[in-house]
């Protein structure tokens, strides 16, 4: 079986996979450990083993080696992107921090290198309130994803929370409508929306939440329509066996689904692929990245 070679490798290797939440589910089962993306960071910066093979998408990978550069880190598939985070450049990070001098820069781990960067610290859904919250400043320059955006700044409404850039989202959390709201109450269910979800969803969810946050809640009722990624219905579904989860059929981020068993094996096998990140840029990223870490308890 081909998850028996996966585990013989990665022994041999001294390798660990890290899954994100919206993975596969085999690629869930064989790993050794299936989070969000700050609880996959945590276990990346304190990780031990000499290779991590990190089935995400590239941002998440990369936070992974800037946390822990001595490890290797490989992305079993080459280019598993994110359109949110390719929504926002450094120079538009650098445009608004001139608009906005006195203003601090937060943005989402959903974002490349080179933009993180150019912020002052970065956060996680997990984290984006607790992060906002812990500045001096008054004006929070906030990106990419415009939704956590206005959560956010519904939860903190002692700062001025301005969106970089205005409108930014994520394809698939865009594609939730108030009618998927509405099925998931006429089922009875209780509603769980994740904050990249449009405002109006949020207001109609019983519960905003990220997926780690999900995790955290979901004792909380028995039946549930969630919406998100449909990774974490199944990832739910096998943290809570006696209740219920439901996906919205066909929401999926094709990115993250890209990562199968075969591309773990040939990673272990190959050692491909292996993130790199120029100097300079990864020094300044990690600023904003251990400012995020260090806030934990
Ligand atoms: C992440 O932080 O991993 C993504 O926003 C999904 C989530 O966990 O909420």
Same mark, same amino acid.
Request: charge should be negative; aromatic fraction near 4%; proline fraction near 5%.
């Given at each position: 079986?081909?998850?028996?070679?996966?585990?013989?490798?990665?022994?041999?290797?001294?390798?660990?996979?890290?899954?994100?939440?919206?993975?596969?589910?085999?690629?869930?089962?064989?790993?050794?450990?299936?989070?969000?993306?700050?609880?996959?960071?945590?276990?990346?910066?304190?990780?031990?083993?000499?290779?991590?093979?990190?089935?995400?998408?590239?941002?998440?990978?990369?936070?992974?080696?800037?946390?822990?550069?001595?490890?290797?880190?490989?992305?079993?598939?080459?280019?598993?992107?994110?359109?949110?985070?390719?929504?926002?450049?450094?120079?538009?990070?650098?445009?608004?921090?001139?608009?906005?001098?006195?203003?601090?820069?937060?943005?989402?781990?959903?974002?490349?290198?080179?933009?993180?960067?150019?912020?002052?610290?970065?956060?996680?859904?997990?984290?984006?309130?607790?992060?906002?919250?812990?500045?001096?400043?008054?004006?929070?320059?906030?990106?990419?994803?415009?939704?956590?955006?206005?959560?956010?700044?519904?939860?903190?409404?002692?700062?001025?929370?301005?969106?970089?850039? /205005? &409108?930014?989202? @994520?394809?698939?959390?865009?594609?939730? $409508? %108030?009618? +998927? !709201?509405?099925?998931?109450?006429?089922? #009875?269910?209780?509603?769980?929306?994740?904050?990249?979800?449009?405002?109006?969803?949020?207001?109609?969810?019983?519960?905003?939440?990220?997926?780690?946050?999900?995790?955290?809640?979901?004792?909380?009722?028995?039946?549930?329509?969630?919406?998100?990624?449909?990774?974490?219905?199944?990832?739910?579904?096998?943290?809570?066996?006696?209740?219920?989860?439901?996906?919205? /059929? &066909?929401?999926? @981020?094709?990115?993250?689904?890209?990562? $199968? %068993?075969? +591309? !773990?094996?040939?990673?272990?096998?190959? #050692?491909?692929?292996?993130?790199?990140?120029?100097?300079?840029?990864?020094?300044?990223?990690?600023?904003?990245?251990?400012?995020?870490?260090?806030?934990?308890?």
């Amino acid at each position: 079986m081909i998850q028996d070679e996966i585990r013989k490798l990665k022994e041999e290797q001294g390798a660990v996979i890290l899954a994100h939440n919206y993975q596969i589910p085999e690629v869930q089962d064989i790993a050794d450990f299936v989070g969000d993306s700050l609880e996959l960071a945590i276990k990346a910066k304190e990780a031990t083993a000499d290779v991590l093979i990190f089935c995400g998408v590239e941002f998440m990978a990369e936070t992974a080696k800037i946390l822990n550069p001595s490890r290797k880190v490989i992305l079993p598939v080459e280019n598993a992107g994110c359109p949110l985070a390719d929504c926002l450049t450094p120079e538009m990070v650098r445009e608004a921090r001139a608009r906005h001098p006195d203003a601090a820069v937060v943005l989402y781990v959903n974002s490349t290198i080179e933009s993180k960067a150019e912020a002052d610290i970065t956060c996680t859904s997990a984290n984006a309130v607790e992060v906002v919250r812990s500045l001096a400043e008054e004006t929070v320059l906030f990106g990419p994803d415009a939704n956590l955006a206005h959560y956010v700044a519904a939860q903190v409404p002692e700062k001025m929370v301005i969106p970089l850039p /205005e &409108g930014g989202h @994520c394809p698939v959390h865009r594609k939730y $409508t %108030l009618a +998927d !709201v509405e099925a998931g109450h006429a089922r #009875g269910d209780a509603v769980v929306c994740h904050p990249e979800c449009d405002p109006a969803i949020q207001e109609a969810s019983d519960l905003i939440a990220s997926t780690g946050g999900m995790a955290r809640q979901a004792h909380l009722h028995q039946n549930w329509t969630v919406l998100t990624e449909e990774g974490m219905a199944y990832r739910l579904g096998r943290l809570f066996p006696d209740r219920t989860f439901h996906a919205v /059929e &066909g929401v999926v @981020c094709e990115d993250m689904k890209r990562t $199968t %068993l075969e +591309d !773990v094996l040939r990673a272990l096998e190959t #050692g491909e692929y292996e993130v790199t990140i120029d100097d300079e840029v990864a020094a300044r990223a990690r600023t904003a990245i251990e400012r995020m870490i260090a806030l934990r308890g």
